[in-house]
């Protein structure tokens, strides 16, 4: 009896303490979530908490992988969020078939209301927004901002649009016939974005989406989950404030088997993917596969030249601006700057120069003009390129370390004297680093441009107007952004954005983009009491 009871006390101990030690653990790692400290309060204005769920499709929830986001700036954990499962995502997409059968009987211009409402509802948060996007992707505080500020300036662009999408009465050969064109929304958009932009890439695609009468469903980066909870909780309660399914614009946060399944699903009418080349291949041929719709955002490779007759003033700031802007971290970053033979040293060292004064820092403080790398892994990639950059003939002229601080930091890149088709001047790293080419000739500085694999941002700086023209014909840049006397960077919402090759071809955001995320019907119609036959054929 006493060995039963000494064992039973033991057994108690034992429980009790590994319930204590359980319990301990668990809230020192609540304790440890930066959510938690009064210093980022201001994320729960944004309606986030220390768990979040990570699926809405009119209601949350979130049974899947618990994940956790950390801030690039310091790796230290933000707070969790419950990402979705298959059956989940198989919910989610049949309510976002029901809510289309409501919102497509919408007539457009009340769906553009809706949209401008989505619009209003982001400027009120704008500022607090951009903060969990420059806290949790690393870009500074002024471009998380401005990332926002992107998704609203496509919502305006989106309600007058909703006013004049359509297409044409054409004329026909036949007396009292009538030939037109009937633009008509896909369905259910599949949108999957990447961690540089957050909240942009999905802005662009969503509100021209909807405007043009389809629900989409939201995929987000896995390292940026808190931003696609964030803004799906401002635009749920758009949704609900005017008595609409909530399916209309959904979300499941997810890794590569939300994505997988995404891009098989029949239902998915299109799937719009930025990301990676490597990736977008493989969702472009699944997707093909079943003969679906793609829309694809991909690498860039892009590069800046300067002529002999270049304004100098103009080159060096948007130089630096392209190259080191978001870290290295944008689709249209400069990665090759092209530099005449009669300004090569002068500009390379005006642009070294210029890098040694950039503001390194926490990327919410005013001030700084560069924070991290978004990871580790991308800390790593930059490593073994500068490494490779060596062993083919390069020349660091400025930067090429780790940074010794909390976070994922290195120091912008410069380096000379690699060969123009170096296969790590082909590569495309999403990393800082800036490889400067001298070149002799236009026609050997247009052939380097096109010669790498992505087609997305180009740029030339001269006062030469003949050389602008060949630059923007048939035989200059085969680029889908070709700037003269501007960086690669910092497109405008009203243009459409994308890119040829290995970027993949789609086209977001402005001009006709819209016709993306619509299908073309040409419609024939007889008033008259008449039969006649194309083409004069009789058949009697």
């Given amino acids: 009896m006493q060995r039963c009871f000494t064992l039973s006390v033991v057994r108690y101990w034992a429980l009790r303490k590994k319930v204590l030690t359980f319990n301990f653990q668990q809230s020192a ?18 309606g986030l908490s220390e768990d979040n769920d ?40 049949q309510k976002c078939r029901e809510a289309w059968k409501v919102w497509a009987d919408i007539p457009a211009p009340k769906r553009g209301e809706i949209v401008r409402q989505i619009g209003d509802a982001l400027r009120k948060k704008i500022k607090v927004l951009g903060s969990l996007v420059s806290l949790e992707m690393g870009k500074i505080y002024v471009e998380g901002v401005g990332e926002v500020q ?43 974005t990447a961690f540089n932009f957050p909240v942009a890439v999905y802005g662009w695609n969503n509100a021209i989406a909807l405007i043009c009468g389809n629900v989409c469903l939201w995929k987000g980066a896995p390292t940026t989950p808190l931003t696609s909870v964030a803004v799906t909780k401002i635009v749920a309660e758009v949704l609900e404030q005017n008595n609409l399914p909530g399916a209309i614009c959904s979300m499941t946060c997810g890794g590569a088997d939300i994505g997988t399944a995404m891009s098989k699903d029949e239902r998915v009418d299109l799937v719009s993917f930025t990301g990676s080349t490597h990736v977008g291949k493989m969702v472009a041929m699944t997707v093909q596969e079943r003969f679906g719709r793609n ?31 978001t870290a290295g971290q944008r689709c249209t970053t ?7 033979e009669s300004v ?160 993949g071809g789609g086209r977001e955001s402005g001009s006709d983009s819209w016709k993306q995320y619509m299908r073309r019907s040409t419609c024939t119609i007889n008033y ?6 194309a083409q004069g054929i009789k058949f009697e």
């Avoid at 909703?162 to 896909?186: D, K």
């Fill in 29 to 46: 790692a609540m304790s440890t979530l930066l959510i938690n400290e009064p210093k980022y309060a201001w994320l729960k204005e944004l």
């Fill in 54 to 93: 990570g699926v809405y499709n009119g209601t949350w929830g979130g049974k899947g992988e618990v994940i956790t986001s950390y801030c690039p700036a310091n790796n230290e954990p933000i707070a969790r969020v419950r990402q979705a499962t298959m059956a989940e995502y198989e919910e989610t997409v």
């Fill in 150 to 192: 992107e998704y609203v300036d496509v919502c305006d662009y989106a309600v007058g649009l909703s006013r004049m999408i359509g297409g044409p009465v054409l004329p026909s050969e036949r007396p009292g016939h009538a030939l037109i064109e009937m633009w008509n929304p896909v369905g259910l958009v599949g949108i999957i």
């Fill in 295 to 325: 829309l694809l955002e991909l690498g860039g490779n892009n590069a800046i030249i300067v002529f002999e007759d270049a304004d100098l003033s103009l080159v060096v700031p948007s130089a630096v601006f392209a190259s080191v802007g």
């Fill in 334 to 340: 400069t990665r090759r700057l092209m530099l005449h």
């Fill in 344 to 503: 090569h040293d002068v500009v390379v060292e005006r642009v070294a120069k210029a890098y040694k004064q950039v503001r390194i820092g926490d990327p919410w403080d005013p001030s700084t003009l560069y924070g991290p790398l978004h990871t580790q892994q991308a800390v790593d990639q930059y490593l073994a390129a500068i490494n490779q950059a060596k062993q083919q003939g390069g020349t660091v002229v400025c930067g090429g370390k780790v940074m010794d601080r909390p976070g994922n930091y290195v120091e912008p890149t410069i380096i000379t004297g690699l060969p123009h088709d170096a296969p790590i001047v082909h590569t495309e790293t999403f990393v800082p680093i800036l490889y400067v080419l001298k070149f002799k000739t236009e026609e050997e500085a247009f052939a380097w441009n096109n010669e790498v694999k992505q087609g997305l941002s180009s740029s030339i700086f001269t006062k030469d107007m003949g050389r602008v023209f060949r630059w923007l014909g048939p035989k200059g840049s085969d680029c889908g952004i070709v700037n003269v006397n501007i960086p690669t960077s910092g497109a405008e919402i009203g243009g459409a954005f994308g890119g040829e090759k290995h970027t």
């Fill in 528 to 533: 008259s009491k008449d039969l006649p036959l």
